[in-house]
Every structure is written in C-alpha cells, then in structure tokens.
C-alpha cells in the first residue's frame, strides 16, 4: 500500500538505493556508537583528571600520592602517575644516590605515556570524520543512480508526465537525505569531541607536571 | 576503557536507530487513513444507481439512504449518467439488464419495487427479454449490431471479473429512468477509452489495489469539459493527480452526440489502478 511514508518508498526503491541506504545505515549505527562510546570515556577521564589535580594539589608528598593513589581505579591519570612512579622507583635501584638527570628521564616517560593515553583517546575518531565526509556522497550516487533510473523509465514508457518521474526521483533524493542524516551528527560530534580532547591532554599535561614538583618536593 | 562496553554501546545504537526508524514511518501512516475515511460523502451518485438496478454485485451498494441522494439528483438541473468503470466484457450484458429493468421501473412500477431485492422470477426474466427486444427495435442505429456483438461474446465468456468492478451502468435523467441509448454509451465509452490511453501512472501503482478515485467531468454541447470535479480521492495525491492530468489531456471532446437531448452531460468515472492500459 501507497502511504507515502519514507518506509514504503524506500521498499519500493532499486536494489542500487536499497544497498546505498544499508551502507549509510551501518555507518550511522557505528557512528552514533562511537559517539556514545566517547562521550562516556571522555566524562569519565575529564571526571578522574579533576579528582586527580585536587588530590595532588592537597596531598604535601609523592610518597603521600602514592598511598592515596594505589589501588585506584583503571583511567589514564592513574596510569600516568604509575608509569612515573614505576620509573622513579626503577632508577632509585639502579643508583641509589639521586642523579641528577633522572628528572629528564621521568619527563620523557611522562610525555610518552601522555601520547599513549592520547592515542587511547582519539582512537576510533576518525571514523566519524570518515563518516562525516564519504556518507553524503554515498548518498550522492544513490540519488544519481536513482536518477538515472527514471530518466530511463521516461524513455520506456515514453511519457514525460511528471507522475511517472516523480516517484522515482523521490525515492531517489532519500538516499541523499539519510546520507545527510548519517553525516551531520558525526560532523557535529566530531569536533566537539576534538575540542573535549584538547582539554583533556593539556589536563594530563598539568598533571605530569605537578607529578614531577610533587617528586621534587 | 574496557571493549565489552563497545558492545554495550553498539547495541544502544541500534536500538535507537530501530526507534528513529519507526517513528519515522508510523506517523505518515496515520493521515492517509483519514483521508480514506472522510470521503464517504461520494457515495451517493452511485446508490441512485444501485437502486434502480436490482441484482447487481455492487461494492458500493451499502448506500445511505434513498432520500438523500433524491436530493442530490434533483439540485443537479444537467442529465447525470454514471458509469463506473468496468471490465469491458461484463459490462455490456449487464447495461442491457439496467436498461430493462429501468423501463419496466416506469411502466411496472409495484411490481419492480417489491422485487427490490436481487431475485428475478421467471416471469420477470422472460418480461426483460421482451423489454430489451423493444429496446432494440427503438434504438435502431447502425451500432446496435456491434454492441450486441460484443455483448453476446461478454456473455460467453467467463465471469471471471471480481465480483465489485463489474458493473457498469448509464442510468436516469433527471427526470427520472430515461434509460440511454447506445450512441450516448458508446459516446461515454470512447470517452472512457481516451481517458484510459492518456493516463500514465508509474509501473508501481499499477499493483495498488486499494486506490479509488470517482471524478464526474461536466462536458458542454459543443465537447468542452468545462468542470472537472472529485466525488472521491484516493488519498494519494500523485495518483488524483495523474487522473486530473489525464483528464484535461484529452479536453476537447467530440461535441456530445443529439441523442442526450441536454445542453451539459456530467459523467462520472471510477479510477482504479487496474484500469490503466
């Protein structure tokens, strides 16, 4: 039955449009998973970085962190902190008199963990600035695919009544319309997420620094 | 964070896109609905007919009321015939029976209205013979022998035609039972025909079943429709579309044949899918 509902347009569409519209559905299922994915790690890891900046704040030595901080939970700042501390108490076995390069050495492995934890992050996110850039045009060649289509039932029928084209060319512009659909949240949550990430490595960033006074101390 | 809350997510995902779907495509189904409903007004230009024709299968016989549509007749000052499409084989015996039948409304008046419901006696039968006899002897043109052709092949055939489409039926003047003859029907024939041939409608509608459209055209003397006019919509707007399309494609008609004796024909038609050539 004719409803005129997208639904039923959409069954009566081409296989090339049907295939079109199942390609941008899966890409709009794992683009809305990613984004709820990430909007949950990024909380909770912004959330465990501000605990951990009061905590470092108020605690007066890294031997006091320490024992606040062990058998805290998995997140990046815990690991951050750990990693530093494993290489502190690692270098204190070598030599048991502090040197004075090992600062250097706990700030490298500071950094290199910071771009660990990032990578941690911004994994996965390109799949939304993927999604973002090729859904419409897979839309796109749905809605010309769909066009061409018609234009071709014009020439068999031999009509040029609108009544036959339009149909088809409806059917047609709804691939470009869920191509649209799929592209514009992962636009959307694709640069929300890259501003949310900046915010969370400069947090790590501070954090490494105050894990180094606080070993000074 | 750990993997298994990909999977969490994934499915979270899904669902909301199954929501999204789905609330997508209920809320459209809704308004069609009611436009089927609210077109119950156009019932009654056929239970006229429906009336004067006992015995006939008829889809839209549930008619509300004689009165009523007495009414509507009498507004309407131009000769009103009807015919609903029909498959061409059945048609034309069964034109022949309304038209006996409508004469022996006039001349038989009591004995037509007790028998109001679908069964016909012997007697009645052998009477209708005779009346289609005199009908045939009165209109005495040249296609006379052509219809009866065609009627008599309509008749052996198989009835195969679902039992609501066939039933086709010029009736009633405004005066009331002044049967057609048959240069008027094969007038409003050959219109039906053209319309039919400049009716396009996309391959996919053609299996809808369930679209309906009645449209009565006013035609002037001289065949100019000059009112083209909805008693009911299908509800799907491409499809009235298509047959208002169709319609003014092939204005101007033929000058209406003298045999009318009326200034302006109105003519109803009913549009199924299934009609289109």
Same mark, same amino acid.
């Given at each position: ?65 320490? $024992?606040?901080?062990? *058998?805290? %939970?998995?997140?990046? #700042?815990? +690991? @951050? ?7 502190? /108490?690692?270098?204190? $076995?070598?030599?048991? *008199?502090? %040197?004075?390069?090992? #600062?250097? +050495? @706990? ?7 910071? /771009? ?102 | ?277």
């Amino acid at each position: 039955m004719y409803t005129g509902g997208v639904l039923s347009m959409l069954l009566s569409a081409g296989p090339v449009a049907k295939a079109v519209v199942l390609i941008l559905l899966c890409f709009s299922i794992f683009s809305w998973t990613i984004i709820f994915f990430k909007l949950r790690q990024y909380s909770k890891t912004e959330k465990d970085g501000e605990r951990f900046i009061k905590t470092i704040r108020e605690a007066d030595s890294f031997k006091k962190m320490v $024992s606040i901080y062990r *058998g805290g %939970s998995d997140n990046a #700042f815990y +690991r @951050l902190f750990f990693t530093a501390y494993k290489e502190l /108490s690692s270098i204190k $076995s070598e030599n048991p *008199g502090i %040197s004075k390069d090992y #600062f250097n +050495r @706990l700030e490298n492995i500071l950094k290199i963990t910071i /771009s660990e934890e990032t990578e941690r992050l911004e994994r996965r996110l390109s799949f939304l600035a993927t999604t973002a850039n090729t859904a419409p045009f897979i839309g796109l060649f749905g809605t010309v695919w769909g066009i061409m289509d018609a234009f071709r039932e014009i020439g068999i029928r031999g009509t040029t009544s609108l009544a036959v084209v339009a149909p088809g060319i409806s059917e047609a512009l709804i691939a470009t319309a869920i191509g649209l659909a799929t592209a514009i949240p992962a636009v959307l949550a694709y640069n929300y997420f890259l501003g949310r990430l900046k915010g969370i490595i400069s947090k790590m960033e501070n954090a490494s620094i105050y894990i180094l006074n606080s070993i000074e101390k | 964070m750990r993997e298994e809350s990909w999977y969490k997510m994934l499915v979270f995902s899904t669902i909301l896109h199954l929501v999204v779907i789905t609330a997508v495509s209920i809320p459209i189904k809704k308004p069609t609905k009611k436009i089927e409903l609210s077109s119950t007004y156009s019932v009654n230009l056929i239970g006229e007919l429906a009336g004067s024709i006992s015995g006939q299968p008829q889809g839209l016989s549930t008619l509300t009321g004689g009165t009523r549509t007495e009414g509507t007749l009498q507004k309407k000052e131009s000769e009103k015939i009807t015919r609903p499409q029909p498959s061409r084989k059945k048609q034309i015996p069964e034109r022949k029976e309304t038209k006996a039948i409508s004469i022996s409304k006039n001349k038989l008046t009591s004995k037509t209205s007790t028998h109001s419901n679908n069964t016909l006696t012997k007697d009645e039968l052998i009477q209708l013979e005779k009346r289609i006899g005199e009908i045939k002897r009165k209109t005495n043109y040249l296609d006379v022998t052509q219809m009866k052709a065609q009627s008599d092949t309509g008749k052996k055939g198989p009835g195969s035609g679902s039992g609501i489409q066939g039933y086709g039926l010029p009736v009633s003047g405004q005066a009331g039972g002044k049967p057609l003859d048959l240069v008027s029907q094969k007038y409003i024939f050959d219109i039906w025909e053209k319309i039919k041939e400049a009716w396009g409608l996309p391959g996919s509608y053609t299996t809808k079943k369930d679209l309906e459209s009645i449209v009565t055209i006013k035609i002037r003397k001289d065949g100019r429709i000059i009112d083209i006019n909805f008693e009911k919509r299908s509800g799907n707007r491409l499809y009235d579309e298509s047959i208002l399309r169709a319609i003014r494609s092939i204005d101007p008609l033929p000058p209406i044949p003298p045999s009318f004796n009326a200034d302006t024909v109105e003519i109803g038609f009913r549009f199924l899918p299934g009609d289109i050539s």
